[in-house]
């Protein structure tokens, strides 16, 4: 049986779509539209590239798919739209199967973990008219515990928090996220007025919503991020918010901090009570707050939760991922958890090639590439690395890459400045070996997908000064040599020859853009920055020699 498993922005406001394609409930195939677009996040766009890949990976066609299975059960119409959509683009259409979007975020994460059982809390901004659900999820039983409404949502809180703070929500996110370990939380008061916890769940302050007092004017979806979606009480609260482009002063820092911290507050006094509920220790998070990872380290040292899993893909483009296992459950398939992220395109050396004299490029081939690399690294050389699948994911993981030496204290704002283009306050994420993390990060467990973020032992903080956030913290990837062989032997290569196990990852695109998916996107960004070298396979290409 073959299932597609899609996420959409068939209406405006929707974003993150994607495609995934599962036989018998084995994942064959994932990747998100925004990598075949390059518009970031695919907003309003149905997968239609990422669907394609899908089919074209499996060697099959529309005609052998069984099913296509999606959130949105609640749009009205939706089921007949993708019909005509699947009819129209591709000349079929499969069954169609319409899940609950948040059962969709649970899944995504409870199948991928593992666990024989788990409490699954999906912490989100809204989707099938709420905003989050919490299930005790055991076997290919999910029962809901409870259910958060659309007005009442953390995403919405820390999109006001995001806006607040002249940046772009459903984008911006992460940047508030990073800003906040550079304040102080004196303004805890006041959130603690906007968001209190409440039980099995908590509350947002109404009176803060725009789309909820002004409902005459949004009467549907809220269908743009540059739209305001606060009220001037946020103001009364806080103070004046920052306008777009304004220099961030200790105020706004501060402001940054509380939210967080208040976020980190509500999110684990949740957790305590969703475990006394189902009698479950061990935790699946999923919803796009869940790529929150300041608040994921916080949950994970609740003394109440016993192991936790975040998926790759704990955002919308997850929830296809979610519906086609949920269909595969139905069927009595089995689903294999989810042990690594590369499920996207791949290029064979000769189309890399081919990529390559197209455009002229003067390069070399070494039939070992992560030797020669180790080699750039050691030499202070900032390196883009693209081998084998793409990531499904916002986060590379060592195919889509941009690699450096950690040892180096003024790496981070090289890369920030002169290659990603970005905020000075950014940080970056070391990716280390598995069997070596614990030398180097306290209360570490399995973090493969860089979802969580631990705290740095006070010994090494200044053996690896680039990836050490202000905080003290560094959001880690669990590098394994069986999941990527070539990743791991680079990691452990440079650990011979510099004693630290571990590379600066973060990923190969420009900020704004998209990650990059096939060659000619990766020299668009190794030409377009201060990258000094790039390898493309086995093929590398440097601006000095």
């Known amino acids: 049986m073959y299932v597609i498993g899609i996420s959409s922005g068939i209406k405006h406001g929707h974003h993150d779509g994607g495609a995934v394609l599962l036989r018998d409930g084995e994942l064959i195939a994932a990747a998100e539209e925004e990598r075949f677009t390059l518009s970031k996040h695919a907003r309003g766009e149905l997968p239609r590239g990422a669907i394609g890949f899908c089919l074209k990976q499996a060697g099959i ?93 953390l995403g919405l809180y820390y999109g006001m928090l995001t806006q607040y703070l002249g940046y772009q929500m459903t984008n911006d996110e992460y940047k508030v996220m990073g800003l906040s370990s550079y304040g102080s939380p004196r303004y805890l008061d006041q959130f603690a007025a906007i968001l209190r916890p409440d039980g099995m769940s908590y509350e947002l302050d109404g009176a803060l919503d725009k789309r909820l007092r002004d409902r005459e004017i949004y ?20 103070g004046p918010r920052r306008v777009r482009g304004q220099p961030l002063d200790q105020r706004f820092t501060d402001i940054a901090a509380s939210g967080q911290k208040q976020l980190e507050i509500v999110a684990t006094h949740v957790t305590r009570a969703a475990i006394e509920a189902s009698g479950c220790a061990d935790v699946c998070l999923a919803g796009g707050v869940a790529l929150n990872c300041k608040m994921n380290m916080e949950i994970a040292a609740e003394p109440s939760v016993g192991k936790l899993y975040v998926p790759p893909v704990p955002h919308d483009a997850g929830v296809a991922l979610g519906a086609a296992m949920l269909k595969c459950a139905e069927a009595g398939h089995k689903i294999a958890p989810l042990e690594h992220a590369y499920w996207g395109p791949e290029y064979s050396n000769d189309s890399i090639k081919e990529a390559l004299d197209k455009i002229g490029a003067r390069y070399e081939v070494f039939d070992d590439p992560a030797t020669r690399c180790v080699t750039d690294l050691v030499d202070q050389k900032t390196v883009g690395w693209f081998q084998g699948r793409m990531e499904y994911g916002p986060r590379a993981l060592g195919n889509r890459s941009i690699i450096a030496d950690p040892r180096s204290a003024g790496m981070k704002d090289r890369i920030n400045v002169s290659i990603k283009y970005r905020e000075e306050f950014r940080p970056f994420c070391p990716s280390v070996l598995f069997e070596r993390q614990a030398d180097y990060f306290d209360n570490t467990f399995d973090a493969p997908f860089m979802v969580v973020t631990f705290p740095v032992k006070d010994a ?86």
Not at 68 to 92: A, D, M, W
Not at 477 to 493: A, I
């Open 219 to 238: 009467t549907s979806d809220f269908s743009t991020r540059q739209e305001r979606i606060f009220t001037e009480k946020l103001e009364d609260l806080l």
């Open 61 to 153: 066609t529309i005609r052998d798919v069984d099913w296509i299975c999606s959130p949105l059960k609640t749009y009205v119409n939706y089921r007949q739209r993708l019909t005509e959509y699947f009819k129209y683009q591709f000349g079929h259409s499969p069954k169609i199967e319409l899940y609950d979007h948040h059962l969709c975020h649970a899944a995504s994460s409870f199948y991928g973990s593992g666990f024989p059982e788990a409490t699954v809390i999906c912490f989100d901004f809204s989707g099938d008219s709420s905003s989050g659900v919490i299930v005790h999820a055991k076997g290919d039983n999910l029962r809901e515990l409870t259910r958060f409404g659309r007005p009442n949502s």
């Open 460 to 545: 090494v903080k200044q053996t690896i000064p680039a990836v050490v956030h202000v905080d003290g913290t560094a959001r880690i990837q669990s590098v394994h040599r069986e999941t990527n062989p070539l990743y791991g032997r680079l990691v452990g290569e440079f650990a011979k020859a510099s004693s630290v196990p571990m590379l600066i990852n973060t990923s190969l695109n420009i900020n704004e853009q998209p990650m990059v998916n096939a060659p000619l996107e990766a020299l668009h960004t190794y030409f377009c920055s201060g990258l000094d070298v790039l390898f493309l396979g086995p093929y590398r290409l440097s601006k000095s020699n």
